[in-house]
């Protein structure tokens, strides 16, 4: 069985609305005419747009209705024909409710729900995937200076504090700044360790520019 569009939906809850063999107020009763003949709803799993293609009176008329209940609406001319739209979501909702289609509301709501989950969870995990690749390439670059230091000079060219962390990180490669902290005697904080690489890596540019040699002493 196909599957029907939200536009459709919206129209066939309206077609079987008794409200339909009652009397409306006048604005909701226009608003939902122009919509039973010439309105459309994209589906908000994709995207928020309604419009209405009717004639430049009835247009006018759909504006004016739609301004009175703090609407944006918007008109174009496409292919000869006047269409009157709206791309916001609480605008959407707000025509649908004039309207009484409050089953279909609630499908909105529902979807628009969905969506905003689903945006926030996305959006949570590139920030977290963003900071796991920082971390990976920051570890990198700590392996390789102090690898190249080791070709170049030798790790006991660095002074005590910073030989120990280049040989911890040379060794625990996925472990994180706190964790390496943690296993030096005495223990040092996060900030610590990172002030303790960034020298190294500093050294190795050094030595990559030849402003340090393989000569006596302690580098840092």
Do not use: W
């Amino acid at each position: 069985m196909q599957k029907i569009s939200f536009s459709q939906s919206v129209r066939a809850e309206l077609l079987n609305d008794d409200n339909l063999s009652t009397e409306l107020e006048y604005e909701r009763a226009f608003v939902r005419e122009c919509f039973l003949y010439g309105g459309i709803i994209s589906n908000p799993g994709k995207t928020y747009h309604v419009e209405f293609t009717i004639s430049e009176s009835e247009a006018k008329e759909l504006m004016k209705i739609l301004s009175n209940f703090s609407l944006h609406p918007k008109k174009i001319t496409r292919k000869g024909q006047t269409v009157v739209y709206i791309k916001e979501s609480e605008g959407i909702a707000d025509i649908l409710n004039i309207m009484g289609a409050h089953k279909s509301l609630l499908m909105l709501e529902n979807t628009r729900v969905e969506k905003n989950v689903r945006n926030t969870i996305n959006r949570q995990v590139n920030f977290e995937t963003a900071n796991i690749n920082k971390t990976v390439d920051a570890a990198l670059n700590q392996i390789n200076a102090i690898k190249y230091i080791s070709e170049e000079i030798g790790l006991s060219y660095l002074s005590k504090p910073l030989k120990e962390v280049a040989e911890l990180r040379l060794t625990n490669e996925t472990l994180t700044l706190t964790e390496i902290g943690e296993l030096l005697t005495p223990p040092i904080g996060k900030s610590g360790v990172n002030h303790r690489l960034r020298k190294i890596c500093k050294i190795a540019d050094q030595v990559k520019n030849n402003k340090i040699q393989k000569a006596g002493g302690h580098f840092g």
